[in-house]
């Protein structure tokens, strides 16, 4: 078997052009002997086997020889060289210095200073005075007491509106015999100016009121303190030339009969009148005051916007502070706006106001709001029927 395998190995080398000589098959055999291969076989057949078997492959190995230039070189005995140097016995340097010792210098000096304070607090109040009567004499318009609408005394002086307009809108309670309207054509227009002549109905000569009058204006029937006379009579002119008659209304002006506080006569109506009781009027007289602060402490508010929205209606009140745009911190910036009631007329009035307002260098104030309400005047006396 040890021999069988011997043969296999030269085989192998046979095939891969390896070159084989006698001295070496001789030597192979020596060492077979020597290592006791007579123990496998001894009979001469087995022998014979083997010489055929290396005959045959020494004569293979001597052709595969024969055809090549030279020999292709022994095994070496030691291994080659390593095909890299040996790792060094000591590890290379960091990749970078060790840290510093002690920290760098500080980046700056002293601290900056502290940043500028761009907030700022603006405060806006409302409210609404009068110098009409007032509950308690507050002076407030939540107080203004119900007026009296009706004239019960003669009076000495009439302030009229001119609406323009035909008899139809005439308004009031006046007896028929008291009261009556003609127009002239459409009657007076409703847009323009008309020449109006108030006179005294038994004596024309004594004239209450001679002027032109715009739609919407007013007029004050006067004789010079003296008490009107019971009836007065009211022309209405295209212009002074009084040469066409647009209306003709006459009322009763003693205050015998029915007359109150927005009757009215064809295109004119009472708005106001005076006699020994006092004024009575229409509308009462109020003032609206507005107080804008600045509540910070650090930088001036500039107000940019500053509305009022009355009964639903806005109104711009930035023009009203005129050049006072600007409130020191601490500072109340006032202003004031007039206004008028209709006391013949029992309504809520409702007031709301807004100020926005900027600070240098540009911070945005908190918008500020207030609002106020209150109800004043008294109905229209019931219509007869």
């Keep these: 078997m040890f021999v069988y395998h011997i043969a296999t190995a030269i085989l192998v080398l046979g095939t891969s052009s390896a070159v084989i000589d006698a001295a070496d098959i001789s030597s192979a055999r020596s060492r077979r002997a020597l290592r006791g291969i007579d123990t496998i076989h001894h009979d001469a057949s087995f ?93 407030q318009c939540a107080d203004i007491l119900a007026i009296g609408t009706r004239c019960d005394e003669r009076a000495t002086r009439m302030t009229m509106k001119y609406n323009g307009g035909d008899c139809t809108q005439s308004f009031n309670i006046q007896e028929i015999d008291q009261f009556g309207c003609v127009d002239t054509g459409a009657g007076p227009p409703t847009t323009g100016s008309v020449w109006i002549v108030v ?19 007013t007029f004050d029937m006067f004789d010079g303190g003296e008490r009107f006379e019971a009836d007065s009579t009211v022309t209405v002119y295209p212009d002074s030339d009084k040469t066409e008659v647009l209306q003709v209304s006459n009322f009763h002006t003693s205050c015998s009969q029915n007359l109150f506080l927005k009757d009215k006569f064809g295109s004119i109506q009472v708005v106001e009148f005076e006699n020994g009781q006092g004024i009575f009027s229409c509308f009462v007289d109020a003032t609206y005051s507005y107080a804008i602060a600045n509540t910070g402490s650090v930088n001036d508010a500039d107000i940019i916007e500053f509305t009022r929205t009355s009964n639903g209606e806005e109104t711009d009140l930035l023009a009203e502070l005129g050049m006072s745009l600007s409130v020191a911190p601490g500072e109340i910036l006032e202003v004031s706006t007039a ?8 309504q809520e009035y409702s007031t709301f106001v807004e100020v926005t307002a900027t600070t240098t260098p540009g911070g945005q104030c908190a918008d500020s709001s207030d609002a106020l309400e209150f109800v004043v005047g008294n109905p229209l006396p019931p219509v007869a029927f």
């Design 47 to 139: 022998l014979e086997e083997t010489d055929n078997f290396w005959g045959r492959n020494l004569q293979e190995a001597k052709s595969i020889g024969s055809n090549d230039d030279k020999p292709t070189p022994r095994p070496t005995c030691v291994p080659s060289e390593s095909p890299t140097d040996p790792p060094t016995m000591t590890p290379t340097r960091s990749p970078t210095s060790p840290p510093t010792m002690t920290p760098t210098l500080s980046p700056t000096g002293k601290p900056s200073a502290a940043p500028i304070v761009t907030s700022c607090s603006i405060g806006v109040e409302v409210s609404c005075t009068t110098e009409a009567a007032t509950g308690g004499d507050t002076g």
């Design 339 to 346: 206004s008028q009631f209709d006391m013949t007329i029992r």
């Design 199 to 217: 006179a005294a109905l038994k004596d024309p000569a004594t004239v209450y009121f001679e002027g032109s009058v715009e739609v919407g204006g």
